[in-house]
Each structure stands twice: as C-alpha cells, then as structure tokens.
C-alpha cells in the first residue's frame, strides 16, 4: 500500500510544470493587453487635456489682465515655447511624437472681428488622417452678439507598445483601432470648442 501512494505521488510531479506551461502564454497574453490597452488610455486622457489647455490658450487674449492680443494658431508644430496654439499643444504632450500629430485651429486671431460679427478661420499643422471638419456655426449668434465660437482639432495616430496581434486585442475592440496586414494603428481625435469675444 506504501509503496502505490508513493508512485502515485511520483507520477503528478510534473503536473504543475505542465499546467504552468498551459496557463503562460494565456496570462501573458491577458497581462500585456492590459499594457496596451492601458497605454491607449494615457494617449487619450492626454489628447484631451492638450485640447482643453489649447482651446483655452486660443480664446484669451484681450478680456485677460494683460489686454494682450489672441494669441496666433500657429501652423508648424515645431515651437520650442508656448507661443501659438499649435505649439502649446506639442508642448503638453511632451513625449509623443509630433510627425504623427495634426492640428486644426479656428480661432478669432485668424478670422476678422472689425466691421461685422466676428468670424473664425483655420489653419491646419500636420496631415489629418481623416476628413478635417469646418468650425460649427456659433448656435447662439443672434443671442449673444459680438462673440465667435472657436474650435481645435487634434489627431494622432500610434501604434501599441507591444504591436504582435495576440497582443493588440483588447485595443482592437475600440472603435478608432484597426489592424491592417499584421500592423495595428489607433487614430485619437478629440476636439473642443468656446466662444471667445471679438475685438
């Protein structure tokens, strides 16, 4: 009888390495899902964050302190300071990389403000990857006169950090995510409007 229980326990020693070879490539497949997906989050909270300071940024100018004028919308995406709009967007994003960054921005510093209502322009830094949308018309106008609505757009493309297919699951269930010949590119667009008061 000893001598049974002691082969038994012999035989399902190697069990446990077994089932952890089975349950690896499943919790490592779980684990940096989660790190992509993660990481698309952070591209995201971001992005938002950089449109909100940069449609801010747009409408101060001459009802701040200062009486300075609205600042310019920029069109480069290479300012190393803050000065335009576009600019203080890179600068809020700081490590992402701006050659797959666009920016549109509408802004009363482009349109004109003297003899009539107040009207936005654009301009464009970057290649949209998609259709870039005109300014919505400002839908309290007749209510509120002498103020213009200004708009920025912000897009950027990336890929995940770890871009093997396994890997990119749980990122290719959002909708702005897609795999094209094994390669998985996200496109984030988020845009943000407010009324600025002309000059």
Same mark, same amino acid.
């Given at each position: ?22 349950? @690896?490539?499943? @919790?490592?497949?779980?684990? !940096? ?36 004028? @609205? ?38 510093? !482009? ?10 322009? #654009? ?45 990119? @699951? ?6 702005? #995510? ?7 590119? #996200? ?13």
């Amino acid at each position: 009888m000893f001598l049974r229980k002691r082969s038994l326990a012999k035989d399902s020693r190697g069990q446990s390495l077994v089932e952890t070879a089975l349950m @690896l490539p499943l @919790l490592l497949m779980l684990i !940096l899902n989660a790190v992509n997906f993660g990481y698309f989050l952070l591209i995201a909270i971001n992005l938002i964050s950089a449109t909100r300071n940069g449609i801010e940024y747009a409408i101060s100018g001459s009802l701040t302190p200062r009486n300075r004028p @609205l600042p310019s919308a920029g069109g480069s995406l290479t300012g190393t300071t803050a000065t335009t709009v576009d600019s203080l967007i890179v600068q809020e994003l700081g490590a992402f990389n701006p050659g797959n960054l666009a920016v549109q921005v509408c802004s009363l510093s !482009l349109g004109s403000g003297a003899g009539s209502e107040p009207t936005t322009s #654009c301009a464009t830094a970057g290649s949209a990857p998609g259709p870039v949308p005109t300014p919505d018309p400002d839908p309290e106008s007749s209510t509120y006169p002498g103020y213009a609505l200004n708009r920025v757009d912000v897009w950027y493309s990336f890929q995940p950090l770890i871009p093997a297919t396994p890997f990119t @699951l749980a990122v290719l269930t959002i909708p702005s #995510c897609s795999s094209s010949g094994g390669t998985t590119t #996200c496109i984030f667009r988020s845009h943000a409007e407010m009324r600025a008061m002309g000059s």
